[in-house]
């Protein structure tokens, strides 16, 4: 690690005010075609270690800011007993699958699922430097059943190529390559490797959602885990889904939905069928009859 790399990482996880972020992007731009970049093995602020490239945009969080998405990192601690099981669906390099193994512990599980070969690889590494054996990484999505579908994987040379995050089934316009890739439901995934227990789910696979949820009914039926997913207007339209039928789903379970702000507090009121969303946001189903954690 040379000098310039310590400043921008002290003062990216130090120094929280207006312009640092456009400091750091200055000394080290977020790009594929950056000269100046940082790729080897870090600790974050937890002290778990990943293998990062500051070309790459959550890479370059967990550099020079310590975290990616702090904001639901903090809810796996809440939601992942230790001996429990947690789930990452749609995990990219392991930032939260790693918090998630580190939760849960090494009597608990993790079951990763990347389809994307290009961070799967990374997700594997990160997962190996932290000797996680907790974790399960799996090669394939999730959705309503069994199947093949192609997966819209950023251009390499494009500048989405620094977000591997933006790797849809169905919602990916800006220019992309195809990888066929394996549909699973969860509920199949389950009922060859059983769990006793499910505690959390986390899905953030790109307007893909609603399918992965119509895969996991018997998982919510019978272990009535806490749901984290990702509402993008832009990506759920392009899969002509709507956050209305996810909510009638999850109702219909026994569910109630709320939203998430940036410290993962949950807003008092359930979200209810016509309630106006952001065009971006995370929204937490629990079940009616789960502990109440939301204070």
């Not at 000098?3 to 456009?22: C, D, F, I, P, S």
């Not at 939260?96 to 594997?124: Q, W, Y």
């Not at 995934?189 to 959602?209: C, H, N, S, T, W």
Request: charged fraction near 25%; charge should be negative.
């Amino acid at each position: 690690m040379d000098h310039l790399e310590r400043l921008a990482g002290a003062l990216g996880r130090h120094l929280h005010v207006r312009g640092t972020e456009r400091l750091l992007r200055a000394l080290y731009p977020c790009s594929p075609a950056a000269k100046r970049f940082v790729r080897g093995v870090r600790a974050r602020n937890d002290g778990l270690l990943m293998d990062l490239d500051s070309r790459s945009w959550i890479d370059w969080n967990l550099l020079f800011r310590g975290d990616y998405e702090p904001h639901m990192t903090k809810l796996w601690g809440r939601l992942a007993p230790e001996g429990g099981v947690a789930i990452d669906v749609g995990a990219n390099i392991g930032a939260h699958t790693l918090s998630m193994a580190r939760a849960v512990g090494a009597r608990g599980r993790v079951l990763a699922f990347e389809p994307n070969p290009l961070v799967r690889s990374a997700l594997a590494r990160n997962v190996a430097l932290n000797t996680l054996t907790q974790v399960t990484v799996y090669a394939c999505a999730l959705g309503s059943g069994p199947g093949t579908l192609p997966l819209r994987v950023p251009k390499a040379g494009s500048d989405d190529f620094a977000n591997m995050g933006l790797a849809s089934l169905v919602a990916l316009e800006t220019p992309h390559d195809l990888v066929d890739v394996e549909i699973r439901s969860l509920d199949d995934v389950l009922a060859e490797q059983p769990a006793e227990r499910v505690d959390v789910i986390k899905i953030d696979v790109q307007g893909y959602e609603m399918e992965t949820l119509r895969g996991m009914r018997g998982c919510l039926e019978r272990h009535r885990p806490v749901i984290v997913f990702e509402y993008d207007a832009w990506a759920w339209k392009q899969a002509d889904a709507s956050p209305e039928d996810a909510f009638a789903a999850l109702h219909a379970a026994g569910y109630e939905l709320f939203k998430m702000d940036n410290r993962a507090r949950v807003d008092p009121q359930p979200i209810v069928g016509g309630t106006p969303l952001p065009a971006f946001v995370d929204l937490l189903a629990i079940h009616a009859g789960s502990p109440d954690w939301r204070s």
